[in-house]
Nanobody, 122 residues
């Protein structure tokens, strides 16, 4: 019912910048929090940043001051601007959205994007 399509990512040198975007589509009745998570090789998936529909944000300590999450509610899209990238930021980045789909009475459940690779070279 709901699809999350990510774009952006790629290869960048340490100290560089990249931007990610994620557009939600489908039978969306209510789009709640959106966010980004990442999974580095050999590690568990971890939260990077989240943003509520009203704009409140939350960041992992490791990215505070370097990453900025934002959203465009009219476009059902969330963005992640990543600056001052470090090799330890290398991971697959996943978009997440909490969505009530199909009807006003539908429960809000999490949906995930397919993931996009971010590689930071030293």
């Amino acid at each position: 019912q709901v699809q999350l399509v990510e774009s952006g990512g790629g290869l960048v040198q340490a100290g560089g910048s990249l931007g990610l975007s994620c557009a939600a589509s489908g039978s969306i009745f209510r789009l709640n929090a959106m966010g980004w998570y990442r999974r580095a090789p050999g590690k568990q998936r971890e939260l990077v940043a989240t943003i509520e529909s009203g704009g409140s944000t939350n960041y992992a300590d490791s990215v505070k001051g370097r990453f900025t999450i934002s959203r465009d509610n009219a476009k059902n899209t969330v963005y992640l601007q990543m600056n001052s990238l470090k090799p330890e930021d290398t991971a697959v980045y996943y978009c997440n959205a909490i969505v009530a789909a199909g009807s006003p009475w539908a429960a809000s459940i999490p949906y995930w994007g397919q993931g996009t690779q971010v590689t930071v070279s030293s």
